[in-house]
């Protein structure tokens, strides 16, 4: 079993900043690859980032250098740093952490973070 646990949401104005934290706990030795994904008020779940544990990312097309995501695998956290924030940032915020172990695929997700941006 594996845990995630988000935070570091919150309401920001536009133009501002925040940095998510994923911390993963239980079976953390399963995690090779963590996501943030976000979900807007009447919209599909949509993927932000991504990092493996050796550090390989990917950006969705629409935060290319507005969002960095960063892992401490020491600490069993992973970051997302949000700059530049627009309304249309606002979402809640999820983690994610698909396994496969001893034939059973598993995907984790945290319970999210509210992300709110004025205007």
């Known amino acids: 079993q594996v845990q995630l646990v988000e935070s570091g949401g919150g309401l920001v104005q536009a133009g501002g900043s925040l940095r998510l934290a994923c911390a993963a706990s239980g079976s953390t030795f399963l995690i090779n690859t963590v996501g943030w994904y976000r979900q807007a008020p009447g919209k599909q779940r949509e993927l932000v980032a991504s990092?493996?544990?050796?550090?390989?990312?990917n950006y969705a097309d629409s935060v290319k250098g507005q969002c960095t995501i960063s892992r401490d695998n020491a600490k069993n956290t992973v970051y997302l740093q949000m700059n530049s924030l627009k309304p249309e940032d606002t979402a809640v915020y999820y983690c994610?952490?698909?396994?496969?172990?001893?034939?059973?695929?598993?995907?984790?997700w945290g319970q999210g973070t509210q992300v709110t941006v004025s205007s």
């Open positions: 994610n952490a698909p396994t496969y172990y001893s034939d059973t695929y598993t995907v984790y």
């Open positions: 990092i493996t544990r050796g550090g390989n990312t």
